[in-house]
């Protein structure tokens, strides 16, 4: 979704969400992830939004996961402690979706927006400790193949220094069979997550919301945010690229999306562009 732009979590087990700043929903807009650089495995991910505009509209049935390497989907709670809880994929969407990601060899990752600012508060060591060492558990408990995480709150380097951190420890715990990913922006002065972190290639890959529409087709502004990523010193590969499938900048999100409609993920012109470009 554009930046800035608001949406909510649906209530009730298995609701997706459509929150934070990541959000490539697997409904409408479809949209994909181009990892750059030369020669990285295709990743494509998406989030579904399970509000019931957006089911009714492209219901899980409908959505041709044989493009899509990872779902983003739900996510997991924690308590006072950092202990992680979850549900298992229930209800028609999220048993649907699950199966149908087994099925086609893809993985359904959790989605944290807002709470993991919870966990990287100064005096919260503690708190993330917990959250790291239950994680595994908690995935293959619930059947999620990982987590990404949409947050958009770090203040300073220090404090994006500190949520590295906390990436690579939690990658760490729960194995190179789970997945770590994060979003990041490139309208900030510093990086959210420090490339130049010992232990940054442990992480599975970032998203960069670089959700730009032209209606010629233009890549000029994913070139420019490409040459700030490469200053800062990113791996490219590591790096997702977000192509937005809505045509308009007017609005918000979650007034846009439930009218968009379900295309192929390779029919979008930007992304024609960009695959010509790399």
């Known amino acids: 979704r554009p930046r800035g732009s608001s949406a909510s979590r649906a209530p009730g087990g298995g ?53 899509y390497t990872h779902v983003a989907f739900d996510g997991p709670s924690f308590g006072p402690d950092g ?16 199966n149908r990601t087994l099925a086609a060899g893809s993985k359904m990752i959790w989605i944290m927006t807002d709470d993991t600012a919870k966990l990287l508060c100064s005096n919260c060591t503690h708190v993330r400790q917990r959250f790291v060492s239950t994680a595994r558990a908690a995935m293959q408990r619930c059947g999620a193949d990982g987590i990404e995480f949409d947050y958009e709150g770090p ?5 994006a220094d500190m949520y590295t951190d906390f990436l690579v420890d939690l990658k760490a715990a729960i194995g190179p069979d789970l997945v770590v990913s994060a979003d990041i922006a490139v309208w900030t002065d510093f990086p959210w997550v420090n490339p130049k972190h ?15 529409w032209s209606a010629t087709g233009s890549i000029e502004k994913y070139e420019a945010a490409t040459a700030k990523l490469r200053e800062w010193g990113f791996p ?28 192929s993920a390779y029919a979008n012109r930007s992304v024609s562009h960009l695959k010509s470009a790399k």
């Open 83 to 98: 202990t992680v809880s979850c549900t298992r994929y229930t209800g028609d969407v999220g048993a649907t979706l699950r």
């Open 198 to 212: 010992p232990r940054y290639g442990t992480i599975d890959y970032l998203n960069v919301m670089t959700y730009y």
């Open 236 to 263: 490219l590969a590591s790096l997702n690229l977000g192509v937005p499938f809505y045509t308009s900048n007017q609005g918000t999100w979650g007034a846009l999306s439930s009218s968009c409609p379900d295309v």
């Open 155 to 159: 203040g300073s380097s220090g404090a």
């Open 15 to 67: 609701g997706a969400v459509g929150g934070g700043g990541m959000v490539l929903s697997l409904t409408a807009p479809l949209a994909l992830l181009l990892a750059t650089g030369a020669p990285p495995r295709r990743r494509a991910i998406g989030w579904y939004d399970s509000r019931d505009a957006m089911v009714a509209n492209v219901p899980p049935e409908a959505l041709d996961l044989s493009v």
